[in-house]
């Protein structure tokens, strides 16, 4: 925005300060004037002009008094002013100084501004807890853009590496070749599908209305019970209705992201997995729990980091794309719900995802 340039607030304060201090040396004159007047000091005759009294010496000798105690509370007020303005406002320059490193790009330095709380330094922390959000904010995105990167750069590379095979062997069998690059490309294109909705959910571009949990995850499990039983995994449904407000198809991706990680990540052949929805005093619940390895509990919060798979898993038949259940977290926050990952004991994990409750024919 163009602005005209004016008045620091540092003269600001200094004028203001100076023109409080003349006014109130102007009223403290103007009421020794009114009492010299009431105790007879000063007089006017009936044509309203000022006459002699036996204390004109003193009226005269107080005039020039009062001039000079004038040009005196001007000369403190300003000079106090300009000395007490600077001192109050020291504070704002070193936030204006981080502001300015920050819209620079530095993103690494604080404010930490000492001293106990006052406005400024309420400004002082909130700005240190933004750039803090800000600076981690950026390193994950310059992380993720490096990790999408490198997973798209993969089939890529696998499928000119297959060119170059089928290019330098004419006698290789096409039929191959063609089925290998046909699983390569799916794989990119799932990952591309992913990256689109990671990016639609983090703007909350999506019509928000009222849908049921409990048929959400009904389908979702109709749909993946084919790679359930080719995997000899149980799944078992129930739950009432639950009423969330949402995505009707974010929701779907989100409860069929859950179900599938439940299936892929379970104990081949004799695997189980429960999906439940039930409605909570806080708002609607849907719990995705799966028998499984043990998970242990540090590994877990780096689960929903996107491209994490574990290692144990990135050069099985099993690895996705990564971005499960960083999908999950995603699409949970931008319908302001919480999503919870807990270790199961007996091994595997208990995924749950709280929504806001739907107001009986809500529809925005």
Same mark, same amino acid.
């Given at each position: 925005?163009?602005?005209?340039? /004016?008045?620091?607030?540092?003269?600001?304060?200094?004028?203001?300060?100076?023109?409080?201090?003349?006014?109130?040396?102007?009223?403290?004159?103007?009421?020794?004037?009114?009492?010299?007047?009431?105790?007879?000091?000063?007089?006017?005759?009936?044509?309203?002009?000022?006459?002699?009294?036996?204390?004109?010496?003193?009226?005269?000798?107080?005039?020039?008094?009062?001039? #000079?105690?004038?040009?005196?509370?001007?000369?403190?007020?300003?000079? /106090?002013?300009?000395?007490? #303005?600077?001192?109050?406002?020291?504070?704002?320059?070193?936030?204006?100084?981080?502001?300015?490193?920050?819209?620079?790009?530095?993103?690494?330095?604080?404010?930490?501004?000492?001293?106990?709380?006052?406005?400024?330094?309420?400004?002082?922390?909130?700005?240190?807890?933004?750039?803090?959000?800000?600076?981690?904010?950026?390193?994950?995105?310059?992380?993720?853009?490096?990790?999408?990167?490198?997973?798209?750069?993969?089939?890529?590379?696998?499928?000119?590496?297959?060119?170059?095979?089928?290019?330098?062997?004419?006698?290789?069998?096409?039929?191959?070749?063609?089925?290998?690059?046909?699983?390569?490309?799916?794989?990119?294109?799932?990952?591309?599908?992913?990256?689109?909705?990671?990016?639609?959910?983090?703007?909350?571009?999506?019509?928000?209305?009222?849908?049921?949990?409990?048929?959400?995850?009904?389908?979702?499990?109709?749909?993946?019970?084919?790679?359930?039983?080719?995997?000899?995994?149980?799944?078992?449904?129930?739950?009432?209705?639950?009423?969330?407000? /949402?995505?009707?198809?974010?929701?779907?991706?989100?409860?069929?992201?859950?179900?599938?990680?439940?299936?892929?990540?379970?104990?081949?052949?004799?695997?189980?997995?429960?999906?439940?929805?039930?409605?909570?005093?806080?708002?609607?619940?849907?719990?995705?729990?799966?028998?499984?390895?043990?998970?242990?509990?540090?590994?877990?919060?780096?689960?929903?980091?996107?491209?994490?798979?574990?290692?144990?898993?990135?050069?099985?038949?099993?690895?996705?794309?990564?971005?499960?259940?960083?999908?999950?977290?995603?699409?949970?926050?931008?319908?302001?719900?919480?999503?919870?990952?807990?270790?199961?004991?007996?091994?595997?994990?208990?995924?749950?995802?709280?929504?806001?409750?739907?107001?009986?024919?809500?529809?925005?």
């Amino acid at each position: 925005m163009n602005r005209r340039s /004016g008045l620091s607030v540092r003269v600001k304060l200094t004028l203001s300060y100076a023109g409080f201090l003349m006014l109130a040396g102007a009223l403290l004159l103007a009421a020794i004037g009114l009492f010299l007047v009431r105790e007879g000091w000063l007089q006017t005759n009936p044509e309203g002009a000022w006459r002699a009294t036996p204390g004109t010496t003193f009226v005269r000798g107080f005039a020039p008094t009062a001039a #000079a105690v004038m040009l005196f509370l001007l000369g403190f007020g300003l000079l /106090g002013g300009w000395i007490l #303005a600077g001192r109050m406002l020291a504070p704002l320059t070193r936030i204006t100084d981080a502001t300015r490193m920050a819209t620079n790009g530095s993103l690494s330095h604080r404010i930490r501004l000492p001293g106990r709380r006052d406005e400024f330094r309420e400004l002082a922390d909130a700005f240190d807890t933004m750039l803090a959000r800000l600076e981690a904010h950026v390193a994950e995105q310059r992380r993720f853009a490096a990790n999408a990167s490198h997973e798209l750069r993969t089939p890529l590379a696998i499928s000119k590496s297959l060119l170059d095979v089928a290019h330098n062997d004419p006698t290789h069998e096409p039929g191959k070749l063609v089925d290998r690059l046909r699983t390569v490309n799916a794989r990119a294109i799932d990952l591309t599908e992913a990256l689109l909705l990671l990016s639609r959910a983090e703007q909350r571009s999506f019509t928000r209305e009222r849908v049921d949990l409990s048929l959400l995850a009904e389908e979702a499990t109709e749909v993946l019970l084919p790679l359930a039983e080719k995997r000899g995994v149980t799944i078992e449904t129930s739950g009432d209705i639950t009423p969330a407000l /949402g995505s009707p198809a974010l929701l779907l991706q989100l409860t069929t992201n859950l179900v599938h990680n439940a299936i892929v990540h379970n104990v081949p052949e004799r695997g189980v997995v429960r999906v439940r929805t039930r409605v909570h005093h806080t708002g609607a619940v849907l719990t995705v729990e799966n028998t499984g390895e043990h998970v242990p509990p540090e590994l877990v919060p780096t689960l929903t980091e996107p491209f994490q798979r574990g290692t144990e898993r990135v050069h099985s038949d099993r690895a996705g794309v990564g971005l499960g259940l960083a999908i999950v977290e995603t699409l949970t926050h931008a319908h302001d719900g919480t999503l919870t990952l807990t270790p199961r004991p007996a091994g595997g994990l208990r995924v749950t995802v709280e929504l806001p409750p739907a107001a009986p024919h809500s529809r925005t």
